[in-house]
């Protein structure tokens, strides 16, 4: 089944910026959205059709996808924004419709 | 607006089974088909299947087969995941989650998570 692959952590100043990788093989031709997740909370979908916003989410959310790598890029990181990421790809052709990434947890330092 | 709530968390005994619901509200139930997804503790999220809200078919991913049954009650607009046969490594957050209008591909809504806890 297809594999997305992403780094286990990022640390980031507050006012930096955060680049979150999500690997997988041709990736930029699937459309990937990711997933904020605060513990003890659920998932919240910041970024859907690789750059697109859900309303309610702040711009400093942008996504980009292309060859074997998507990106979830936090501008203007703030405290609020350390949490656990996920990107997901919608594969129709396996039984495993939907594939998570292995998650990122941004830590703002 | 759309919101899933789902039932409290669960404490049980290796062996016992366990039914999760989650109560739809907002939107019409056989609309939209429902996800479960499942979080093991400090691990990743992972799809365990769908239901047809509209024929009750069910689609199980792999690794969710057997022990795992989704169902409906279509007149209370509630879906619901039972596992049976419990094993320590069942113990996890499982979430229902649904798609957007328009596409299936990804999930917009979700509930708020039940814990399932299982140890002797």
């Known amino acids: 089944s297809y594999v997305l692959t992403q780094p286990p952590s990022v640390s980031v100043a507050p006012g930096q910026t955060a680049r979150i990788t999500c690997g997988g093989n041709?990736?930029?031709?699937?459309?990937v959205h990711w997933y904020q997740q605060k513990p003890g909370q659920a998932p919240v979908l910041v970024v859907y059709d690789d750059s697109d916003r859900p309303s309610g989410i702040p711009e400093r959310f942008s996504g980009s996808n292309s060859g074997n790598t998507a990106t979830l890029t936090i501008s203007r990181v703030e405290a609020g924004d350390e949490a656990d990421y996920y990107c997901?790809?919608?594969?129709?052709?396996?039984?495993?419709?939907?594939?998570f990434g292995t998650g990122t947890k941004v830590t703002v330092l | 607006q759309v919101q899933l709530v789902q039932s409290g968390s669960e404490l049980k005994k290796p062996g016992a089974s366990v039914k999760v619901s989650c109560k739809a509200s907002?939107?019409?139930?056989?609309?939209?088909?429902m996800n479960w997804v499942r979080q093991a503790p400090g691990q990743g999220l992972e799809w365990m299947g769908w239901i047809n809200t509209n024929t009750g078919n069910p689609t199980y991913a792999q690794g969710f087969t057997g022990r795992f049954v989704f169902s409906l009650d279509t007149s209370v607009s509630t879906a619901y995941l039972q596992i049976s046969s419990l094993k320590a490594e069942d113990t996890a957050v499982y979430y229902c989650?649904?798609?957007?209008?328009?596409?299936?591909?990804?999930?917009?809504?979700w509930g708020q998570g039940t814990l399932v806890t299982v140890s002797s």
């Open positions: 989650a649904r798609n957007p209008a328009g596409t299936p591909e990804y999930f917009q809504h």
């Open positions: 997901q790809v919608w594969d129709s052709s396996s039984d495993q419709n939907y594939v």
């Open positions: 907002g939107y019409t139930f056989t609309s939209y088909a």
């Open positions: 041709n990736i930029g031709s699937k459309s």
